[in-house]
């Protein structure tokens, strides 16, 4: 127990308020570069470093950020006595590997705790991969690999002579939650099938809302940089190019390339503009209505054996909240992919 409580004491000393740590200044003269009276901090720091306005892995962290009085140039430097180094291997395996049935078990009895739908898989079946996320660190000089999270994924067959991995459990640990792991570990899933010519698209069982959020975040790093996701061409409207290219490059299906497109195109809109953000409010609406179109047939169907005033009744009930429906949905879906081009901006 002293062990760990030396430790955390250890490792607080590399957790920074940033609010304490970003120095500013405003400088007229040579001088006041190095008068530290003339230094001062900011209120807020979440929009850059996350709502507990904290860093972690440097000791004594002191951020400068420095402005010439007349022009407002800018200075910028990091000074910190010691920091953190930290080493993550990704390894991909599957249950032939000697050892790792047992380790396995032992790992996924985690899932009962973190994970509310957790259920235990069938590890012989040879469809299943595994991707795992160790911690390199030194005991003594010899290296040690500590588990932090992992992801399963099923192969399943798709006609007529491709396959469909679908993730079925992914878990990082919470020590090392908010770090990052998670989005580098599905990146690496990603890029892993990708290479695999036979990979028609990867998909999720039952994706939960966190889990999607990294999706999004993941599937549109990845994509900002395709041709068919340029400015010029996200201003024009979702394409045939942009699902064509996102699936042969990325193994990325309509659905979720379509949302990327949304996610790219809120960057290169200026939601200020009444025409823009018009247009844009639009184009989103227009997919989220689409499963109201499919109730729609089938409330026509039913329309033959219902009275005309039940009918009457339930047409202006449904426009009602259809419009309820999609404002409330338009304006919760572009505060999620505020959030993402937020992170975006930090990589």
């Known amino acids: 127990m002293a062990d760990i409580l030396n430790l955390e004491k250890k490792l607080a000393e590399y957790k920074c308020d940033t609010n304490k740590a970003i120095r500013l200044k405003l400088v007229r003269f040579a001088e006041d570069l190095e008068d530290e009276t003339t230094s001062f901090s900011p209120l807020y720091s979440h929009q850059v470093f996350g709502d507990e306005e904290s860093v972690f892995g440097y000791k ?128 690496t899933v990603q890029r892993f099938y990708t290479a695999d010519p036979s990979i028609l698209d990867i998909t999720a069982e039952e994706p939960s809302e966190d889990f999607v959020k990294l999706r999004d975040f993941v599937l549109a790093k990845l994509c900002e940089e395709l041709h068919a996701f340029a400015p010029e061409k996200l201003k024009k409207g979702f394409s045939a190019e942009m699902i064509d290219e996102a699936r042969r490059t990325w193994r990325i299906n309509k659905h979720h390339s379509r949302r990327v497109y949304e996610i790219l195109r809120l960057r290169v809109t200026n939601m200020s503009d009444p025409v823009q953000s018009s247009e844009y409010r639009l184009d989103v609406k227009r997919r989220l209505a689409v499963p109201f179109k499919k109730n729609k047939k089938e409330a026509t169907r039913l329309s033959r054996l219902m009275p005309e005033d039940w009918l009457a009744q339930q047409a202006e009930m449904s426009v009602s909240q259809e419009q309820e429906y999609l404002e409330e949905t338009y304006q919760s879906t572009v505060e999620q992919y505020r959030h993402i081009l937020e992170r975006l901006a930090r990589v």
């Open 60 to 187: 004594d962290l002191e951020i400068q950020l420095y402005y010439s009085t007349c022009s407002l140039t800018t200075f910028f430097n990091i000074k910190y006595s010691s920091k953190v180094i930290e080493k993550y291997d990704n390894v991909e395996t599957d249950i032939s590997c000697p050892g790792f049935k047992e380790y396995h078990e032992r790992l996924q009895t985690f899932l009962i705790w973190f994970i509310e739908t957790a259920s235990f898989i069938d590890v012989d079946d040879d469809k299943w991969q595994f991707f795992l996320v160790f911690e390199k660190y030194l005991e003594d000089g010899s290296p040690r690999y500590a588990t932090v999270g992992y992801m399963t994924v099923y192969n399943f067959y798709a006609y007529p002579d491709k396959m469909r991995p679908r993730i079925g459990q992914m878990l990082v640990l919470p020590p090392f939650q908010g770090e990052g792991h998670g989005a580098r570990l599905l990146e």
